[in-house]
């Protein structure tokens, strides 16, 4: 009950920092949607920061990092900060100069300029609500998945059917789930995109700090860093792995197991010589088979699983950072810059922040290894971590409002930008911009936002098992395959409307295959292991080029206004 | 140092990234920190370099230039 309260403490601290930003807010329909392009290095690094580090970079990195080790970094952490630094540097300085020259505040109003199309502001709008919908699915399922662990014993009489017996009496997660809509819904419905800015920062350093805390309770609970090393799953002389050691929850001490608790065994590898080896801690392939049991029956089946990364999908992955380079709440937070030098502090800082959260993250993925049973959702890992190491409820409760706070500041973004192009890209735009009045335009931009509020909310419900990891890199491969259309509006001359119209229906008609294939939102690779973004961004790519070379060149007003005659632009 | 150092060392740290030769080593450094994971949170720190310079030697003084300036607003607000 200790642990809720402090979450609840914390929700409230947000709500009261909702209200703060509206008194702030100049009641200007730019204020809403860009905060008057008036946020300095430091806000925008947190801001842009926290809205790219979602459910998927702590529950999400842990949960994969406790299937397959510890080249989820590698996968896409370290490659993310290059990319991503990258991206800032290529195409976000590009897209600030040319919003605050033309004055857009959305993707679609640069790519309808720059595109000389207005149909392709309607083409690109649904897919972009359909990509970002699997990113706010993943905030609310991961939240759901964190609370209802460490607040379970809470509420024995209320909730009587929890997701498993051992959290019985834990906040359900539609709860959590509506909550956290709610609590987000509040500040951004006030505050706009400069509450959401604040909102972030203050969110972000809370999930740093809480997560850097958090890293040294694990670790202590552990006995220290280097007993923690020892502590993840073994492969024993005859092929079974085995848990060496199990944490007392009572003592508070981890024990060594004698004999060491047989949990799986090795199915093939390409490694001949495996004893003694912690699969985690590598990134060979291993196939293994587990044993779980069933916590409502009691029934014992098993599972196959591959530990470590294939080659081929370590290098193909990325593709997957390129994602940014199109998000639409990533396109709008850069708008909100007050100058091209406040992204000087988010290109070096961007990747040292990703490796703060990251390395803890996976490490506790790999120490989970060794302490858990191999059969707990994946999402449920660093929760269920948190709830076995760290004894003290009021820490625990700030470790999970830590978890909660690198939900909502993504979340945030992402409603706020959908409400942003619907309301600027479908309403105004076929209206005119004189048909509504400034205080009707954020009217029309709030009503959507509780709309699909609601509509998410709902889906979360619907989907609650999806594996948030596997979702979040679905999400990114629909955005990385749209990677060609603004690189090539940004760089290439000869790029055309129908050349963008070609990408942008290629990303689609790949993505949709290959997401329909997958079982809508699992693991899945082609061929030696290529993930489908690789696929979907090739034939994105190779759609423009040749769309693009079979049209008639843009005309040279365009030409003049993007390609303007300056030194080195 | 122009931006064509800056892409070539882009290139370079790409490829360094793909790591084979930690591949299947799951040794250990200073007792808790797996090699392929070292390996990777100080290649993002060398991400964070390479940021540094690209601004220092890389940096769009024109494009910020071209944003500065006066210019027709058109988008919808």
Redesign the interface.
């Known amino acids: 009950m200790t642990t809720l309260i402090v979450i609840v403490l914390y929700l409230c601290l947000l709500l009261g920092l909702g209200f703060f930003s509206s008194r702030l807010f100049r009641g200007t329909s730019k204020d809403y949607f860009v905060a008057s392009h008036s946020i300095g290095p430091f806000l925008l690094l947190m801001s842009v920061f926290g809205t790219t580090m979602t459910a998927f970079a702590l529950v999400g990195s842990t949960g994969k990092s406790f299937e397959r080790g510890i080249g989820t970094y590698g996968l896409m952490a370290s490659i993310s900060g290059l990319v991503h630094a990258g991206i800032f540097f290529l195409i976000g300085i590009r897209l600030w100069a040319f919003g605050k020259k033309y004055g857009y505040i959305t993707q679609i109003q640069f790519f309808r300029a720059r595109f000389e199309s207005d149909r392709l502001g309607y083409l690109l709008f649904p897919i972009l609500v359909l990509l970002v919908i699997p990113y706010l699915l993943i905030g609310i399922i991961g939240a759901g998945k964190t609370i209802e662990p460490v607040t379970a014993g809470a509420f024995t009489e209320i909730f009587t059917n929890p997701t498993a017996p051992q959290w019985l009496g834990g906040i359900p997660p539609w709860l959590t789930g509506l909550v956290v809509s709610l609590v987000v819904l509040t500040y951004v419905f006030l505050g706009g995109s400069r509450g959401a800015a604040y909102a972030n920062t203050f969110q972000t350093i809370v999930f740093m700090i809480m997560g850097v805390v958090a890293f040294v309770y694990i670790i202590n609970g552990l006995g220290g860093l280097e007993q923690a090393g020892k502590v993840p799953a073994r492969i024993n002389a005859k092929g079974v792995i085995v848990q060496d050691y199990q944490f007392n929850k009572q003592s508070g001490e981890l024990l060594k197991n004698d004999p060491p608790k047989p949990i799986g065994r090795v199915l093939n590898s390409d490694n001949s010589d495996l004893t003694g080896r912690q699969p985690h801690l590598s990134r060979t392939p291993i196939s293994v088979e587990f044993k779980k049991k069933n916590p409502k029956t009691g029934e014992i089946s098993s599972f196959e699983r591959e530990l470590g990364i294939p080659f081929i999908t370590f290098v193909s992955y990325f593709f997957i950072p390129l994602s940014v380079g199109m998000f639409p709440h990533l396109f709008q937070h850069w708008l909100t810059a007050k100058s091209a030098k406040a992204f000087r502090l988010t290109v070096i800082a961007h990747p040292l922040c990703i490796m703060v959260v990251w390395v803890p993250c996976v490490l506790v993925g790999a120490w989970a290894s060794g302490v858990l049973p191999p059969g707990i959702p994946p999402p449920a890992v660093l929760s269920a971590m948190l709830n076995l190491l760290v004894g003290d409820p009021i820490l625990t409760g700030l470790l999970t409002a830590g978890v909660l706070a690198a939900i909502m500041s993504s979340l945030d973004s992402q409603f706020l930008c959908l409400g942003t192009i619907f309301t600027n890209d479908i309403v105004v735009h076929r209206a005119g911009s004189k048909k509504y009045s400034d205080k009707q335009v954020i009217l029309i931009a709030r009503v959507f936002i509780v709309v699909i509020v609601a509509l998410t909310y709902v889906l979360a419900m619907w989907a609650k098992d999806a594996n948030v990891f596997d979702l979040a890199v679905w999400c990114f491969s629909g955005f990385s395959a749209l990677f060609p259309v603004v690189f090539a509006a940004l760089y290439w001359k000869r790029a055309t409307k129908e050349g963008a119209f070609a990408s942008i229906i290629a990303a689609l008609v790949t993505w949709v295959y290959f997401f329909h294939l997958s079982g809508y939102g699992g693991e899945m690779v082609i061929g030696p292991g290529i993930i489908p973004a690789a696929v979907c961004f090739g034939a994105a790519a190779l759609a423009m080029i040749v769309g693009s070379l079979m049209t008639k060149p843009p005309s040279d007003e365009t030409l003049q206004k993007f390609f303007p005659p300056i030194k080195k632009l | 140092m122009g931006k064509n150092f800056i892409w070539v060392l ?1 290139i370079l ?2 490829v360094l ?4 030769w ?5 040794s ?1 450094v ?5 090699i ?2 070292a390996f ?2 100080g ?3 060398v ?2 370099i ?3 310079a ?2 220092k030697f890389a940096w ?10 006066d ?7």
Do not use: R
């Open positions: 882009f740290l790409f990234h793909q790591d084979i930690w591949w299947n080593d799951a250990l200073l007792g808790f920190m797996p392929g994971l990777h949170a290649f993002s720190i991400c964070a390479l940021g540094w690209a601004i769009p003084h024109d494009l910020e230039e071209f944003a500065e300036e210019g027709e607003k058109e988008g919808s607000i």
